[in-house]
Every structure is written in C-alpha cells, then in structure tokens.
C-alpha cells in the first residue's frame, strides 16, 4: 500500500530520520489535510521549476558544442566561373560525393554539346532577310583581327548560304527530338507548368520539327549505316512547357530554313528545387546496373533509348561539320569563337559521344549548367585539419542580372566574399542585355559590392577568372585597347594586361571602400585547372577560417 510520503523516497534510497536534510523534508506532524495539499502542491512546483532549470543547463551545453560555422558567398557576372569555383571546393572535400555524381552530369554535357551543334547550324542557316534584323555590335577597329566570341545579335548577313547547310540540317535532325527529350528529363515533371522550368531554345517552343517524332527520324540518314529502328520517339509525347526569358530570344527562324534546330541561343538553366543530379544519376537511366567492384553505374549503353545512341549516330556529321572549312569561315565571318564558349565539347565530340563514355572531373567542371535561385553547400573540416570541427558554408548564387537581387538576404552575416570577374570577357557583352559590356558589368558589380556598408567588414578575396582564356584570346591577337581605349599603348601580352586588370579592380576596392584596412586579396585563376585552384583554395580557405574564427573568438 502507498504511503503519503511515497513520492519523496524512492524504493532502494529510504531516508533514515537520523539525517538532518530528511528530517527537515518530512512533513510537519500534525498537518492539517490544507495543509498537506499546499505542501504537494508547492513540492510539485519546485519540481517543474527545476526540470526547467535542467533543461535550460541542457540547451546551453547544446549551444556550447554546436558547430562552428564559416559562410562564404560567391559573387559575379553569370558565367563568371561561381559554380565551377563550388565545384572545385567540393571535389576537395567531399570527393566522393562528386565523383558519385559524374554519370548524372553526362546528360549536361551533352546538352552543352547539343547547343554548340544548334549554334553552328544557326550561324550557317542562309540569311535573307538579315538586313532587316538587329543592329551591328560588333566593334570593327580591324578587319583582320580574329574573331571575338559575341554573344550579341550577329552582323547583318550578306546573302550567304552555306552549300552543305541543308545537308547538314537534315543529318543532323535527330538532335532535335534529343535536345528535347534530355530537356525534358532535366525538367520537373511535377510542377515544370508553374515554376521557372528548364529552358529549351525559344525556337523550339511547340517542337513543329519535321523529324520530331520517329517516322520521319527513321528517313533521315546521318553516316548512311545502322539500324535506326530502337531511337523512335513518342510521337504523341507533348514537350513540357517552357519559360523563355525575353532577353535570350531570338530572330525568327526564316522562312526558308527548313527546321527549327538551327535558331536560338537559349541557355540552360534548372531551379535549384529541382534533384536533377539524383534523377540523371538513376531515376531515368532505365534497368541502371551498377559494377560489382566499383559499385559504378554501369550498362546504360545497352538501354535502347539511352540518348548515347542518337549522339553516336550523329557524332560523325557533327564532326564533319565542325571541321567543314565553309563552316569555319562563316563562323569566322560572325566572329563567333564557340572555343571560348562556355561547355565546349566540340574537340572532342569522338569521346563524348562514345558509347560507354563515362564523365572525366574536368569533363565537369567544363560543364555549363547556368544557376538559378541560391545554392548551399557545406562542407566539415576533416579530423586532421587544424580547423577541425568547423564547417564551411558556400553559397551559389545566379549570376544574371535578373538574379541579383537574390544576393543581399545573404550579406547580413556572411564571414567572406569570393567574387569572380572574367577577365577574358573584356571583348564580350552580356547575354541577357548586348549592349552591356562584360568587364564594364564586371567593375561596376565590384564596385557595388566592395562599397557597401553591409559587408565593410566582410573579408574579400578577388578571383581574376578565366585567365586560360585571357591569354590565348591576347595571343591570338585580340587587342584590349581596341575594347577599353584606357590602356592606350600598353604591350598587349599576358603580363601586362593581368596586371592592369589587378590594378584596376584593385584601385575600385581601395578608392570605395567603407573599410579603409580591410585588406584585399587577388588572385589569377583559372577555375576549370584542378591543380592551380586547389593550391589557391587551400590559401583562402586557410585566410578565411583563421581570420574568421580569430575576430570571432572562436579557436
Ligand atoms: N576555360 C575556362 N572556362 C571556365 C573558367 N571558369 C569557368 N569556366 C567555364 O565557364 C562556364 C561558366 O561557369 P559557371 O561556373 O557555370 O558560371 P557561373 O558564375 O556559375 O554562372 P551563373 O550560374 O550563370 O551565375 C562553365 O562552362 C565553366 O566550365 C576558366 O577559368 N577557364
Ligand atoms: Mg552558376
């Protein structure tokens, strides 16, 4: 039978009377029943009172041990190199995790491929009515100098055809319903109707292609071998519809030309809510097999409708294209460079579109996949790494103009800043407005970020991006003076120009900035060389944590 006193003495630790502090807790004799209900009631109270008390001690040690958080923010101009840059972070500190997701990245960088072979044909496709169209952006300081890529509406046209356009047109017709189905694939099959979808090129906006669905495919002859029979389409599949920003579209395609492919300079680009790694890397990959020792996806090839099969029918007359001396001289004639594009895979359409090709890491970090919305990652320093126990939060963010405004929510408590200005793009203008210059887009968004009062505190790391470029595009004879009459008669070489742009940008950060000792730290990189910008990450990841964890006390 319970006793009153049941409550205050747990069986197995019977309090003797002889000790002082059970003695004082013992009810007083005579209690009265009011008495003895205020009793339990302020004994019940106190009870609660100090599981509060517990509970606040707990929280507190919680807090105590939370990890330690660093937060970096990329900035720049789109295809400035940010997400190439994140790539780079995380194929040194979570290797696995990038090397698990190179099969998935194989379905972008055909669709890169795709749109270099859509950038051909449009340049090639006869060209009528093209004195009606656009204006010339095209800076004419010298005939003879090579061409510079020029994301702008293209010179109006002599009238020019191409003798092997429409041969191939036709050859490469195929691409067309690939194009669309990877784009497909790419997009959200649950919501792509509302959201910003996957965007395909504005030309191909309710897909009218001859060739479109298989029967006419079947017709078309690439190489002029092979059974063709498995690459049939669904003719009666609907294309997802697409959201095409104003700004990338572009001339109808004319009347004479004879499909669609061949228009448009759409770019691509998926929201981050969408798992479009996850989905590539099994989901749509049919029977995926996987290597008993490896545990690599494996024997895709042997899946009928894998898009390898379209690609390596056609991967002969794309090279023959790219290779088609008519081609180069048009492509000269238009001063379009696609070398200097970004996801250019026409050097080596031979690999890429072999059967078993499985991506490389560089094959990755070429890739072009364009950012919309904010991407985070983070990663935890390793057991050995003196700033073990701390992680690093790297923020991606879009880069084109209508995406900017997603950036400041990011300022408040951001520890660093690695902003990316392609220098190579001093000749180029953006592909979202061509009247914009994209080193002048470049040096005005520094000098928007380096003077704001938000970040005067923030520490500030300049990545001089796509130097690769910068100097082959110098030694090919492209004169910067020509594009930013400042330098005047400076040597045009590598050396020179490198260090004008470190000045110039330099000069920005110190005549703007809020903090007048904030140090600023510059660095010429090359974002797609692994061994250069590893050495260049270990730097400023080194810089950026002491700095960080020193002025916030937390080593
Ligand atoms: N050759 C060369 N290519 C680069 C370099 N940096 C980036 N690229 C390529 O340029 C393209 C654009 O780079 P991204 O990293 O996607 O650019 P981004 O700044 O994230 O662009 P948004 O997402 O549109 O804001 C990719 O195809 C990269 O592989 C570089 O230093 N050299
Ligand atoms: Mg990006």
Redesign the pocket.
Known sequence: MATQNDHLSPPGRRRSISDPLAAALQPPENESPEQRAQRLKDEEEAKKRSQKIDQMLQEGERQRRKRKVVKVLLL??????????LKQFQLLHAPQAFHAERIAWRFVIYLNLLRSVRRILDAIAPEPDAHLNGLDEIDDYDENEPPAIIIGPSRPASAYSNPHFESFHRRLAPLVDLEARLIQQLSDPEDNDEKEATRLPPSWEGNTHPYANGAAYNNASASGSGSLSHFNGDSSRTLPRINIPSGVRSSPASPTTPSTIASGSGELAVPTSVNWRKRFALGKIQSPLKSEHSGELQGWWEDPDDPVHVLNWCAPVIIEMWRDSAVKQRLHEKRLRLEES??FYLDEVERIAAKMYFPTDEDV???????TGVVEHTFTMGKNSEFRGVDWKIY?????RH?RNAWAPYFDDVNAIIF?A?ISAFDQVLAEDPRINRLEDSLHLWNNVVSNALLANVNIILFL?????LKAKLESGVRLVHHMPGYRDRPNDYDSVSTYFRHKFGAVHQSNSPNRSRELFIHL?????TRRTRVIIYNVRDMILSGNLRSSALM
């Open positions: 720049g101009q789109s295809e400035s190199g940010k997400s190439t840059t970004s996801g970090l070429k890739a072009r996949l364009k950012t991606d963010v879009g880069g084109a995406q990316l392609p991006n796509k130097c690769d470029l990189t090359s974002v797609t060389d």
